[in-house]
């Protein structure tokens, strides 16, 4: 049974709430021009969703290293020292409804936790909603270019000891496939990764209150979950999380230096008629504190106030 959106169902989806959104804005209401807004912001999401399968497909070219390149994978986490996803099998193979359960997660989760950050980002945190939106979409496209290189996952290794569980208990989102195709060679990296970790930084970062913390959860069982199916190697984890990190670093980066473009630049001319006017301002102020400070002249002795008001008013008159 496939629960997954194929490339055309989801295309057509996209497609139809992009032209839904059109018609909404078209009709200039308040609230309808809102609505559409909301789905034309849905429909990038679901125009996401159907480059992801779409990716697969394209993968089809050379698909011959894709086991290859999986068992150098497997190697690679045994030099770094990683246990083996066969360990986290082992713990959920003796529990039928937990391996039900995990196929199902896997699955169908990665979506709607993404469409739900969104949603709530749009609808309540709208300042924080567009760099979100451009992380994911970037991140997204940059994996996608990833995972043109084939690799097969390790349930597909063979001789490894993985089992496949989805098929097992005929969950299996590849299930109309007969044989392994280039949608299963798209392991690395593993979206379903990077979007769980999106999602639970997100919602602990914006959100507010103990329970956000909560949205961790997600993240560590998604990474469990594609570990236990045999569906990711760690690795595949991992440089999904390393695109992310890169691709905030640079929109970081870029948003400092457009500010710094286009942040106004000061006059020379106005910098320095501002100094000469400082200039000007100081000198009255150095002038008016020397005229306070300065001693009066001294009255001799016997001498009365009126006495030497009428020899400065004799003086003047001589003179």
């Avoid at 390790?154 to 969950?171: H, K, W």
């Amino acid at each position: 049974m496939n629960r997954n959106l194929t490339f055309e169902q989801a295309a057509v989806l996209a497609a139809v709430l992009l032209a839904v959104a059109l018609v909404l804005r078209a009709v200039r209401r308040r609230r309808t021009v809102a609505a559409g807004a909301f789905l034309t912001e849905a429909s990038l999401v679901v125009a996401m969703y159907a480059a992801w399968q779409l990716s697969g497909r394209l993968a089809r070219t050379r698909t011959g290293g894709a086991y290859g390149r999986g068992e150098q994978i497997l190697a690679w986490q045994g030099r770094l020292g990683l246990p083996s996803e066969l360990t986290v099998q082992e713990w959920l193979l003796p529990h039928p409804q937990l391996v039900q359960g995990a196929n199902l997660y896997y699955a169908v989760m990665h979506f709607p936790a993404m469409i739900a950050l969104l949603a709530w980002l749009y609808l309540r945190h709208r300042d924080r909603y567009g760099p979100v939106r451009n992380l994911v979409a970037v991140s997204t496209a940059a994996a996608f270019v990833v995972s043109l290189v084939p690799v097969a996952p390790p349930r597909l290794l063979p001789g490894a000891g993985f089992v496949d569980t989805a098929r097992e208990y005929g969950q299996s989102v590849y299930s109309s496939m007969a044989v392994a195709g280039p949608n299963q060679l798209a392991a690395m990296p593993s979206v379903h990764v990077g979007w769980s970790v999106i999602v639970g930084v997100v919602v602990v970062l914006v959100g507010v209150g103990p329970w956000r913390w909560l949205a961790l959860a997600h993240p560590v069982l998604t990474v469990l979950v594609v570990a236990g199916t045999a569906n990711h190697y760690w690795l595949d984890g991992v440089a999904a999380v390393a695109i992310i990190g890169a691709v905030a670093a640079a929109g970081r980066a870029g948003g400092r230096l457009l500010r710094r473009r286009t942040a106004p630049a000061a006059d020379p001319a106005c910098a320095v008629t501002g100094r000469a006017i400082g200039a000007e301002v100081q000198a009255a102020h150095t002038a008016g504190a020397g005229a306070e400070t300065a001693p009066a002249a001294p009255v001799p002795v016997g001498q009365s106030a009126a006495a030497s008001s009428s020899a400065a008013s004799s003086g003047s008159t001589q003179s």
